[in-house]
Every structure is written in structure tokens, then in C-alpha cells.
């Protein structure tokens, strides 16, 4: 009996030396990690401070269990969370992204902010080509003077096949007027485009009447030509350059209205928190608008102001939308979250041999 009581006392200090071995190794490690940086370990050290971690929280379950020592309980939960720290939150990163990873991620995130933008403008322009298709008046209302249209222009429109007709005219424009009237067209656009997104933080809604009152506009003033035999001449016209130009004016209003959810409906993350995540991925997509808006105005003053015939026209607008869906298709299938960067381990794996 004696003999049994000393192996199994002999057997306890055994493990007690052991785990105290352990945990001295563990501290060594943890400290090395956080004093310079998990890199700077060996990969070999590296795989024995996740197996010290493993260990450790196993017997951190087990303490908490007994419930006999809370001063053990408190240092080997000091332990685990040093540990998980630096290998899972500590995990050095790349400074700064591929751009093309940084959109396909802002873009796959951002989808449903996307669609609710295209929706708005859809649901605008039905309703705005509802309230025109009859109404001189409604046209009037809608279509604003800053688009360069007078009344008696609408008017004359509105009234008058031949008038349409010679609207779509194709006529020669000097290249000096062309390229003053692109930049005229960017920036107008850029100002609305950055309107779209900076009134997102205004809980999104001025971003949602804005998406539709672009709708409107545009509904009304298509309701124009609509009543013609044929819309070709009209979607010749418009949708070359409307093409990019709507893409870039709804990732703006996407980007808003990530923002606005953020202040919102920010769940259970402090307002601050929730938009200060929101906007990286809201900044890409207004950046990401920018070179749209420049090929929508180049196409807008280079191709609607030229001698081109409908099928030239259509082809360039036909071009435009392949390119678009086929960018927007294969990058909103990175919806998910990006997986865990796991390339450091490599580099350390790669070093050590």
C-alpha cells in the first residue's frame, strides 16, 4: 500500500515538473513571439507553441471544471489568450493588398447594396416613364434644365416626330469642343457620383431618393422618344455612354448606402465600429466608379458627337455591357468572407528548410 501511495505521488510531482516545464516553454515562446513578432520564430517552434496552446487550453477546461484554484484558472487563461493572440489575431498581413483583390472583395461583399441600388434606379425610371408617357407637364417636372433641355426644346420633342428625328442627326463636331464637353460631362458626373456616396452617411436615405430621382430623369426623358416606331435611334444614343455611366453612378449609390446601413442599423457593434468597417469597401467602389465616369465621358463626346451610324453604336454599347456583366459576374462569386491569410506560414516553412 505504501509502495502504491509513493509511485503515485512519485507519478503526480512527475506530471506537476512536466506541466511546469511545459508552461515555462510555453511563456518562452509566447514571449519571443510578442517581443519581435510570430515570424520570428522557426516553423518547428512554431508547430510546438500550437501544440503548447492545444495543451494548455485543454487543461484550462479542466481547471475550470474542479474549480479548486482560481489562481491557476487566472494564469493559464492569461496563458491561452497571449497565445491565441499571436497566432491567430497576431498573424502579420500584407501591408496593402493586389487592387484587383481589394475590388473582387469590396464587390462581393458590397452585392446586395449593389442590386438594392440597381432596383432603385429601375423602379425610378419605370415611374418616371409612367408619369411622362402622357404628360407633357410631368416631363417638364422631371427632366431639369441643367441637362440643357428647354422648354420649348422638350416641347418641340414631344410634339414632333421630325423634331426626334433630327434630334439623332449625326453631324461633325470639332475634337476641341469634343474633349471640352467630356471633361464638362466628368465632372458633373463625378459630382453627383460623390454626392451618391458622402449623403450614405446620412443613414442612406438621401442616397436612395437621389438613385431615384436619377431614375425619374432618365424614365421621363426616354418616354420621349419611346413613342417612336422604333427605340433603336434612342438606344444608340443613350446607351453607349449610359452603360458605364449608370454602372459607376450605382457602385456610388452602393457605397452610400453601405455607409447609411452602417449608421443604421449597425447591430450589436457601436455605430463607430460598424462604420469604420464599412468604409474601406465604400471608398473602393467610389474609386472603383471613377474610371467609368472617364470612359462614359469620352464615350458621351467622342461617339454620341460623331457621324457614326445605330450599328456602330450599339456595338460599342454591346461591348460595354459584356465587359461590365462579365467583371461583375466573376466578382461577385467572392461574396464570402476571404479566407484566412495563411502565406506567412510558408514563408517560415520556405526558410527553415
Known amino acids: ?9 512519485g507519478r503526480a510531482a512527475s506530471r506537476t515538473a512536466a506541466a511546469r516545464e511545459n ?27 500550437g501544440a503548447l496552446y492545444r495543451r494548455h487550453t485543454a487543461e484550462l477546461a479542466a481547471a475550470r471544471q474542479r474549480d479548486d484554484d482560481p489562481d491557476a484558472i487566472r494564469y493559464l487563461n492569461a496563458l491561452c489568450i497571449r497565445a491565441y493572440t499571436a497566432l491567430f489575431a497576431g498573424a502579420p498581413r500584407r501591408r496593402a493588398r493586389p487592387w484587383r483583390e481589394a475590388l473582387r472583395d469590396a464587390l462581393g461583399r458590397t452585392w446586395r447594396a449593389q442590386l438594392l441600388a440597381w432596383i432603385l434606379l429601375g423602379a425610378g425610371m419605370m415611374m418616371g416613364a409612367s408619369l411622362a408617357w402622357d404628360d407633357p407637364a410631368a416631363v417638364h417636372a422631371l427632366v431639369p ?16 416626330p ?41 443613414a442612406g436615405v438621401p442616397t436612395v431618393l437621389l438613385q431615384l430621382y436619377n431614375g425619374f430623369v432618365l424614365g421621363a426623358f426616354a418616354s ?35 455607409l447609411g446601413a452602417a449608421v443604421a442599423a449597425p447591430g ?10 464599412a468604409v474601406p469597401s465604400a471608398l473602393i467602389l467610389f474609386g472603383a466608379a471613377l474610371p467609368l465616369l472617364g470612359i ?27 465587359a461590365t456583366v462579365a467583371v461583375l459576374v466573376a466578382t461577385y462569386r467572392s461574396a464570402q468572407s476571404p479566407a484566412v491569410d495563411t502565406t506567412w506560414l510558408r514563408e517560415v516553412a520556405a526558410r527553415d528548410r
Open 145 to 160: 434644365a441643367e441637362l440643357g433641355y428647354s422648354r420649348g426644346g422638350l416641347d418641340r420633342l414631344i410634339a414632333s
Open 162 to 202: 421630325e423634331a426626334r428625328s433630327e434630334f439623332f442627326a449625326v453631324k461633325e463636331t470639332p475634337s476641341g469642343f469634343k474633349a471640352l464637353f467630356g471633361s464638362l460631362l466628368f465632372s458633373h458626373n463625378t459630382r453627383v457620383a460623390l454626392l451618391a456616396f458622402a449623403a450614405g452617411m446620412l
Open 23 to 49: 508552461a515555462q516553454r510555453f511563456e518562452i515562446l509566447l514571449a519571443r513571439a510578442e517581443e519581435m513578432s510570430v515570424r520570428s520564430l522557426s516553423f518547428d517552434e512554431l508547430r510546438e507553441l
Open 296 to 322: 462614359a465621358a469620352v464615350i458621351e463626346s467622342f461617339v454620341r458627337e460623331s457621324t457614326w451610324g445605330t450599328a456602330p453604336r450599339l456595338a460599342v454599347a454591346g461591348a460595354c455591357l459584356l
Open 224 to 258: 420621349i422618344f419611346l413613342h417612336d416606331p422604333s427605340p433603336l435611334p434612342f438606344l444608340a444614343w443613350i446607351l453607349p455612354h449610359g452603360i458605364p455611366e449608370l454602372t459607376a453612378i450605382s457602385l456610388c449609390a452602393a457605397a452610400g448606402l453601405q
Open 1 to 9: 500500500m505504501t509502495v502504491g501511495v509513493a509511485k503515485e505521488s
Open 268 to 277: 450589436r457593434r457601436p455605430r463607430s465600429a460598424a462604420l469604420r468597417d
